[in-house]
Each structure stands twice: as structure tokens, then as C-alpha cells.
């Protein structure tokens, strides 16, 4: 086997080449990353009441640490027993002595003892040796005294050792996230047996990668897994690890409360003398995978229904679901499972219908027959009563047993009532039965006919109904049923129909289903069309293909939506959809006419309404409009099209136009586009002013509005409207006047002189007045002693800005 050995303590002759700690000794090969894991391994310091001690005996009582780490992917598994010895050859106390072994078969099997057996093993030495050089250990290292038996005896004197279980589950905690386990007991002994313990139960793989330090004399700073100490020391479990930790003082009998794991408590009812032998058991169910913990557990649980030991419900569950999706284990070895745990306990429904199942895929028909017989009139009648522990159905292939519940399937659905009958429907479906194509006809009828009778007092409950729509959706034959007993319900109560209708789920029928029966599918498509508002315009559309001919009328207009008018958006998502074919009545053609009369509100509600008269303006559906709808139509478009390029002429003829009052769209686009495009338009300040004064007067102060903000840069475009505005300002109302006197101000603040004069210039020959006030305003500038005022004052007399009046210079100023 060759183990490599390793003696670190502090001598005079070692590695270095001078006194103090090193490895006194090693063997051939040793790495230097070994060498370092196994220094910084061994670190001990002694409990404080033995430190200065020579006596043989204290010596001899003071904590042994026997560590062990089992490596990774590139280090090399590491035991070591570590023992105080007192004085160092200098004479100082705290020396320690640790011998070392490294090699892979340290976490092997094949008789490697486990690395907590090594407790007492005769093989350490606790003396440093003259040659630093060490032999190899030929073979597997001798175990020491601790054994199954032994270690059970100590449990049970242990005043504590009914606790093994929760320190168990603490360490496959550990395992799980990251922790360590932490054993307070009177001697590193006692830690090793506790340890020992733990092992033994655990599985071996397991036991072999488990990290461990029977003492450690700072604890807190360990990340082993598994460590121990004794009372003497003081842990310092700060707040900011106390969590990375599971503390056991079992001198005390200061106990962490965790959960049980669930696999420690099957190993606490399996106990440390057998577990060995259990252990063996389950290798006939393991497959090789398993790494964590976790995956132990329902192999562990396998091995024990079949060695006999009783099963609690949780372990039940958990191996009837691994027995479901294990896939490695042999047809005979999964049967015999299968029958000692149906032999030894009282299952669910659920879980006899998976050991069907698995006895069925193992060939072992006398256990399925066995199990199906016992189930299956049980099982329909807990789905009649809507038992919750009701089994989920599963198909049955046998024929004799599904002869058998085809016949008592019938018997048990002709005495049902509507729910009972939908939940028996459900489970023959999951069943595969097939039914007699009559009775299911039958049987849906009445089901629909006691629905109808309860949609107008009250609401289908709504597990009620999604158990009606699998139905539904499972069985043709249901949904010809219900098909029968609508057309009864049609012919008995017409006019009540579309109210009974509403009532009954939408998604139980298709529209495939009601292909011969058009009056029925158009109720149908109209009733979807109310429960699913965003396919309103789709059932419509289905509605106008199935009519000959295809008659767009004002009443199912009204039928589809209710509130008895089109938005903008309803009539942008129908009308494209429409046949052009269809041909539309005068109650329709008024529905469409509404639409252009709806008041546009702003911006987005013009640009849709513009959308829908471009979508209308093909001959096809002009021809669906009033004739003065579809002036307003051709109108709206020509007027936006010239507002987008405009000319002053044509805005003076839209602008003197009189249009009808009722002509949304044309009002919509003076109102909001026509002053952008007065603004815009190339013409002179003569032909603007003309355009101006025809305006209303709210379109005009929209207008006076944007030459406002356009004043502040001076522009070509902004020069032209102020000019524009001075030429039409005698003829202006008073609320106009005050845009006009506000966007003067705003030339006079933010023009330049140069800007001023030129302005000035232009205005002269239509306002000496105003052309001398601009003059000044610009020679104020020039000068520096001008500055414009935030807010104008106006005279509570006549409502004239007070920058009417000329600002007096500073004398000296004026030549």
C-alpha cells in the first residue's frame, strides 16, 4: 500500500537544519503542498491546567487530536494523531508531538479501516527519531480499540446517548451547507467515540469523506466538518460564525434544536451494531450516483423494508417515489421491494397505484390484478364523492379489468347527478375507458339542461367548471350532448335563449361542434365575443361569413357591443376586417357614421381618426357611408394633406370655409394642426394676416400662442409672423391683443440690437409707433443700461402692458 509518514514536533534535528518546530521526519516523495496541510493540520495547544506539567500521567491526560481531512481533486487524503509531550529539548513546555499519514487508500474500502478507527492505532509514534528519512508503511494501517460493540456500550452509559439522531442530523446538515459540528465532551476519547458513532451509521463513502479533529483548542476557527474539545477550553463563538456552527455540549447537555433528517432517524432505529450489516443490504440498491447525503436515504429505506424494519409514513412516501423513477435497479430486485413493502404496510390509494404500476413494468401480473381489484370500484367511488385522498386514475389495459369498470362505469353514471357525474367522467377518461357511445350523449344532455336551469339564479363554481371544460375537451361525445339539449333549449325558449347562453362556460364548446347548427353558432360566437371582449371583432367577422348574404345590420352591432358605439381604436381593429362583399344596412351605416361624430379629444384620438378616414377611402367602403359622412371623410383628408405642405391661399380657404358643426375630424384639424401650419406656411405677413383674421377666434389664439414662443429666436419663419401679426393688429380681438403685446415683449428681451433694427424696419410702414419703440428699445441695448423687466404691470384702466410707455434713459443718455 506504501503510506507516506510524516513526525512534525519542535526537536534540534530536523528538516531545516536548525532547532525548533519542523517535521523531525518524512518519508520519500512527500509534497511540499503535504507538507504544509499537514503543518498547518496539527497545530495543538494543551488545556491551561496541564501545560506546565511533567508528570507522566497529566501527560498521558491530556487530549489526543486524531484528525483526519480526506483531500480533493489534486490533494491526497491526510490522518494524523497529535499528543502533548511537555518540554521541547530547550526545555520549554508546550511541545506536541504529530505523526502523519498520507495516501489515496485512506478514504478506500477494501479493509482500510475507517479514518476515525484509527483512534488508538498501535501504528503512531509520539517520539522524534535521529534520521530525518522514514519509511513508507507497507500495508493498511492497524485499527485501534474502537469498535461497533464498544462504541454502543459507551452510548449507552452515555447520560446523553439517546441523543445520537440529532447529532446525526446535525453533521448531514453540516454536510449539506457548509457547517461544522462541534462535540464538547470530558475527554478527546469520549469525542471519539461520539465520532465513531456518527460513522458507523453513516453510509461508508460517506464516513470516509467526513472531515474530523478529536481536539481542537480553538475550535472556532476550524472548518472541518466534524470537530471536538473538551470543557476547559473556551469557545469563542462570535456572532459573526456562531451560524456557521452546530454546538454539542454533551457535558452539559446544551443541544442545538434541528430538525431530524430524515435518514438519521431511520439509522438511529437501524443501531451502531448493525449498521455495518445494514450497510451491505443497500449496496444491492445503490447505483453508483449517489454523492450527497440525500441520496442515501431511499436506498437506505429500501434495504430496511427488506430486512424487516418498520417504516414510518414519511419513509413510505419517499421510497414508493424513488421506486417510481429509480431506472437502475434489476425487474427481480425492484419486485421483491415492491411486494415486502405492499406486504408490510397499510398504503394509500396513491401509493398502491404506483406499485402497480412498477409490478406492471416487473411482469409481475398477480400482484397488478391483486392491487387493481382492490382499487378500482374504491377509487370511482372516492372520485363520485370528490374524496380529496382520492388516487390520481391511471390507465387500465388489462381486458378483464377494464371490461370490469366499463360495466360498473355505466351502472354508477346513470345515478349520478350533474357534478358526481362530471367527476366519474373525468376519471374514465384518465382511465382510457371507452364508454357506450349513447350513454355519454345521454348523460351530457342532462348535465347541460340541469346547468342551464341554474345559470340565471347562479354562477358555475369555478372548479365546477374547469372540470366541465376537461370534460368537455376529453369527450366528443359530451359536447354532442350539450349541442342536443342547446338546440331543445332554443326551440323551447327563444327569446330567453342568449341570457341562458351567457350563463353556460364558453370554452365547453367549439365552434367545429356547432357546424350544422348555424343559428346556434352564431348565439355561440356572439356570447364568446362578451366573455372574450379582445375577440369581439373576430367573431363578427366569423358571424358575416356564415350569413347569406352577408348583411352588416345595426342589431348585431349592438349584440357584439353593447355600449352602442365604436372608439376610434374598435373601428380601426373592424373595419379592415370586414369582406368587401359585405353590405352594410342603414342601421349599420349610422354606427359608422357615429364614429366620425365622437368628439377627438386630442392629438391621438385626431391621428386615429385620420387612420380610420384613410382606411375608409377606398370606393368599397365609401360606399358604407352616409353621404354626408363620406364628405366629411373626403374632406378631413384633403384638409390634413394640405395642412402637412401648406399654401396660404388654400389655408385661407379652409379658414373661411363654413363646415358643418358635425364634422369632428375637419374641426379637429383647424383646432389643432391649423396653427402649426399657419405658423409654417411660406406666404407673406399680408397673406398670413388675411388667413388670421379669418379664423375663429379660438383657433387664432393657438396661433398668437406659437408665434409667442417662435419670438424668442429671431428667424426668417418667426419674423414673417410678427409681421404678419403687427399687419392684422387693428382688426385683432382683446384677448388676441395680448399675445400680440406679449410676443413684442418677447422680441424686445431677446433680440438683438441688430435684430431690433431690422424689424424695425419692416414695421416701420405699418407702425411708426411701434417701429420708434423698437428703435429705442435697440439703442437702449447698445448703450448697457437697458434691462428688460420679468413681469409687466398692466394699467387696471385700459389693460395696456405698461411697456407701452417709453422707459426714460438715465440722464446723459439721450442725444
Not at 518519508?27 to 488545556?47: I, K, N
Not at 511533567?54 to 483526519?68: G, H, K, Q, S, Y
Not at 377494464?402 to 354508477?412: I, K, S, V
Not at 356547432?514 to 372574450?532: F, K, T, Y
Request: hydrophobic share 40%.
Amino acid at each position: 500500500m506504501g503510506l507516506q509518514q510524516m513526525y512534525y514536533t519542535s526537536c534540534e534535528r530536523g528538516l531545516t537544519g536548525y532547532a525548533g518546530y519542523q517535521f523531525n521526519a518524512v518519508s520519500d516523495g512527500v509534497s511540499t503542498e503535504t507538507l504544509r496541510e499537514v503543518e498547518a493540520l496539527v497545530a495543538y495547544e494543551p488545556p491551561q491546567s496541564l501545560i506546565y506539567s511533567d508528570d507522566p500521567a497529566d501527560l498521558e491526560r491530556c487530549p489526543v487530536n486524531l484528525c483526519f481531512v480526506p483531500g480533493g481533486q489534486d490533494e491526497t487524503p491526510v490522518a494524523a494523531c497529535v499528543r502533548y509531550v511537555g518540554r521541547d529539548p530547550s526545555q520549554r513546555f508546550g511541545n506536541y508531538f504529530a505523526h502523519a499519514l498520507s495516501h489515496l487508500d485512506l478514504t478506500g474500502a477494501g479493509g482500510t479501516p475507517l479514518p476515525i478507527e484509527l483512534w488508538g492505532s498501535p501504528e503512531w509514534a509520539s517520539r522524534p527519531v535521529a534520521d530525518s528519512r522514514l519509511p513508507e508503511l507497507p500495508g493498511p494501517p492497524r485499527p485501534g480499540p474502537l469498535s461497533p460493540a464498544g462504541v454502543d456500550r459507551f452510548l449507552r452509559g452515555h447520560p446523553y446517548g439517546d441523543r445520537l439522531p440529532q447529532l446525526v442530523s446535525a453533521v448531514l446538515s453540516a454536510l449539506a451547507e457548509d457547517r461544522t459540528v462541534l462535540v464538547i465532551d470530558t475527554s478527546s476519547e469520549a469525542v471519539a467515540h461520539w465520532f465513531a458513532a456518527v460513522c458507523y451509521l453513516l453510509p461508508p463513502p460517506v464516513a470516509r469523506s467526513l472531515s474530523f479533529a478529536t481536539y481542537l483548542s480553538r475550535p472556532e476557527r476550524s472548518r472541518l466538518r466534524l470537530v471536538g474539545t473538551v470543557p476547559e477550553i473556551p469557545v469563542g463563538l462570535g456572532p459573526d460564525i456562531q451560524d456557521a456552527f452546530h454546538v454539542f455540549d454533551l457535558v452539559s447537555g446544551r443541544l442545538p434544536e434541528l430538525p431530524e433528517h430524515p435518514l438519521a432517524g431511520l439509522l438511529g432505529r437501524v443501531g451502531v451494531p448493525t449498521a455495518q450489516t445494514f450497510w451491505s443490504w443497500t449496496n444491492d440498491y445503490v447505483s453508483g450516483r449517489e454523492h450527497d447525503p440525500q441520496d442515501w436515504y431511499a436506498p437506505a429505506v429500501a434495504a430496511a423494508v427488506s430486512g424487516g424494519t418498520s417504516l414510518d409514513d414519511e419513509e413510505v412516501a419517499s421510497l414508493v417515489g424513488w421506486l417510481d423513477t429509480c431506472d437502475h435497479l434489476p425487474p427481480d430486485v425492484l419486485a421483491a421491494v415492491v411486494r415486502d413493502l405492499y406486504r408490510q404496510r397499510q398504503l394509500s390509494a396513491d401509493q398502491l397505484t404506483v406499485l402497480s404500476r412498477i409490478a406492471r413494468a416487473t411482469h409481475d401480473t398477480e400482484l397488478v390484478e391483486q392491487i387493481q381489484g382492490e382499487l378500482l370500484e374504491t377509487e370511482m367511488r372516492r372520485h363520485i364523492a370528490d374524496d380529496p385522498t382520492a388516487a390520481e386514475p391511471v390507465p387500465i389495459r388489462d381486458p378483464v379489468l377494464r371490461r370490469q369498470a366499463t360495466a360498473r362505469f355505466g351502472d354508477l353514471l346513470r345515478d349520478c347527478d350533474d357534478q358526481q357525474g362530471v367527476r366519474l367522467l373525468l376519471w374514465a377518461s384518465a382511465a382510457r375507458l371507452e364508454p357506450e357511445h349513447d350513454t355519454l350523449v345521454r348523460k351530457s344532455a342532462e348535465i347541460t339542461r340541469a346547468l342551464l336551469s341554474r345559470t340565471v339564479t347562479a354562477r358555475v363554481d369555478e372548479r365546477f367548471r374547469a372540470r366541465l371544460t376537461r370534460v368537455a375537451a376529453e369527450w366528443p361525445e359530451f359536447r354532442e350532448g350539450m349541442v342536443l339539449a342547446l338546440s331543445d333549449q332554443l326551440h323551447q325558449q327563444p327569446h330567453h335563449f342568449p341570457e341562458l347562453l351567457r350563463g353556460l362556460p364558453g370554452e365547453l364548446l367549439r365552434e367545429n361542434d356547432l357546424e350544422h347548427h348555424p343559428v346556434l353558432r352564431e348565439h355561440h360566437l356572439i356570447a364568446r365575443a362578451e366573455r372574450e371582449p379582445t375577440r369581439t371583432a373576430e367573431s363578427l367577422v366569423r358571424v358575416l361569413m356564415m350569413r347569406e348574404p352577408c348583411v352588416l345590420d345595426g342589431e348585431l352591432l349592438r349584440k357584439l357591443w353593447p355600449s352602442g358605439r365604436w372608439t376610434h381604436e374598435e373601428a380601426l381593429e373592424v373595419v379592415p376586417l370586414l369582406p368587401s362583399s359585405v353590405q352594410v344596412d342603414e342601421s349599420a351605416a349610422k354606427w359608422l357614421e357615429a364614429v366620425f361624430a365622437r368628439d377627438i379629444r386630442d392629438d391621438d384620438d385626431l391621428v386615429l381618426c385620420l387612420e380610420l378616414c384613410a382606411l375608409m377611402a377606398s370606393r368599397a367602403r365609401l360606399a358604407w357611408l352616409p353621404r354626408d359622412t363620406r364628405r366629411c371623410v373626403e374632406n378631413a383628408l384633403q384638409i390634413a394633406e394640405l395642412l402637412a405642405r401648406p399654401r396660404a391661399s388654400a389655408l385661407l380657404q379652409v379658414a373661411e370655409t363654413q363646415w358643418p358643426a358635425l364634422w369632428q375630424p375637419v374641426a379637429a384639424l383647424r383646432r389643432r394642426r391649423f396653427p402649426r401650419a399657419l405658423l409654417d406656411c411660406p406666404g407673406t405677413p399680408l397673406e398670413i394676416s388675411r388667413v388670421l383674421l379669418a379664423m375663429g377666434d379660438r383657433t387664432a389664439l393657438s396661433y398668437l400662442e406659437l408665434v409667442c414662443r417662435a419670438a424668442a429666436t429671431p428667424t426668417p419663419e418667426s419674423l414673417r409672423n410678427i409681421l404678419a401679426v403687427v399687419t392684422a393688429q387693428r382688426s385683432v380681438s382683446t384677448s388676441q391683443r395680448e399675445f400680440l403685446d406679449r410676443a413684442l415683449e418677447t422680441v424686445e428681451r431677446q433680440w438683438s440690437p441688430a435684430d431690433l433694427d431690422r424689424l424695425a424696419a419692416e414695421v416701420r410702414p405699418l407702425d411708426t409707433g411701434l417701429a420708434e419703440r423698437m428703435t429705442r428699445r435697440a439703442e437702449q441695448k447698445r448703450t448697457r443700461w437697458y434691462k428688460p423687466k420679468r413681469a409687466r404691470k398692466r394699467d387696471p384702466k385700459t389693460g395696456a402692458p405698461d411697456s407701452a410707455k417709453p422707459q426714460s434713459p438715465p440722464p446723459g443718455t439721450e442725444g
